[in-house]
């Protein structure tokens, strides 16, 4: 048979041209679910745009190196074009990062599920181990995400693990299969947004209820693939969208939100972000840091350049962007390497 997909308000709309012309059958984007079917009607109506901000790229700037941290680490860390890792190097490498509001910071072991926080300085406060039963290792940690108060949430394999402030595993609940979406804890509120990689993203109240729902970009587009996202400390959002197919528009764009979901504006980038990088993206006090092709892309969130900055080859394969607490400094994790780069932040 030969179909007609297409978007409406709610959901998605198939019409079966060659069998049933002008009738269709309307799904829900969430679960799929069909909602109703009768006679085709009009497409959903694009709302009026908001202004969309090019963003350039800027000048050339040099980074200035404040120094390095060096973590302590079960096994030695993988030195790209050194040496062929070990079993032990592969399955304990640090692998996800998060800096969290405090300047604590998480790292996870590729394989084992154990995460290890960090001061800045270097310093171990500790590890979170994950509870064995129904542990299935060698399936990576998707993200890491922290309230304010020093309890940890770890995501992998479709469910999510938190663990007190002191350490202590609490419990294990299942993620939605589709989504699994990214969770980002607004500071002192218990609220968090959720992001999902495909089409949407929800503010949560501290009492699990969906507060808001957004599959709308503020420039009025469809939400695409929201691969990468990352968090201010008065809890507004960026979120990296990607195009998803043959698209009418291939650009990616980045989408601001208010800390209580109301849409800001958005960013139409001319560089290519890699989305596969997990941390290419970080926000702090109306800047935004990305990683484009081993060098950062610095913006100021109105979507005027601070400028563009090389890395030092030394990091070979740079994994992740934060700036520290402050606004200050830009630190720069190397994949798999348990180590931190710091930079004096420009802008």
Known sequence: SVGRLRRVDDGFALEILDTRPGHEWVH??????????????????????????PAPTGPSLALALLGRVSFTWPAPSVVPGVARPTEEQRHQAPHRVLVDHAGRIWISELSTRRVHVFEPSGAELGVREPRPEGLRLHR????????????????????????????????????????????????????????????????????????????????????????????????SLAVLDEPIGVARDPAQWIHLFGPDARPSHSLRLGQKV?????????????????????????????????????????????????????????????????????????G
């Open 274 to 346: 890699d989305t596969s990088r997990a941390g290419a993206m970080a926000l702090r006090a109306g800047r935004l840091a990305l990683l484009v092709e081993g060098e950062v892309l610095f913006l100021r969130e109105d979507g005027s350049p601070i400028g563009t900055a090389p890395l030092p080859s030394e990091l070979h394969e740079p994994a992740f962007l934060f700036f520290a607490p402050g606004g200050d400094e830009l630190w720069v994790f190397p994949h798999m390497r348990a180590e931190m780069w710091r930079f004096e932040a420009p």
């Open 28 to 53: 829900s984007w969430k679960d799929g679910a069909r909602l109703r079917e009768g006679p085709a009607q009009r497409p959903a109506e694009e709302p009026a745009r908001a202004p969309e901000t």
């Open 140 to 235: 990576p940690v998707d993200w890491l995400g922290a309230r304010d108060d020093g309890s940890l949430l770890v995501s992998a394999d479709g469910a999510v693990d938190e663990f007190d402030p002191a350490g202590a595993w609490v419990r294990r609940s299942t993620l939605d299969e589709r989504l699994r979406p990214r969770w980002w804890f607004l500071p002192q509120s218990g609220e968090r947004w959720e992001v999902g990689s495909l089409h949407e993203m929800r503010l949560v109240g501290a009492d699990g209820r969906v507060q808001r729902t957004s599959e709308r970009a503020p420039n009025g587009r469809w939400l695409e693939a929201l691969w990468l996202s990352s968090m201010d400390r008065d809890g």
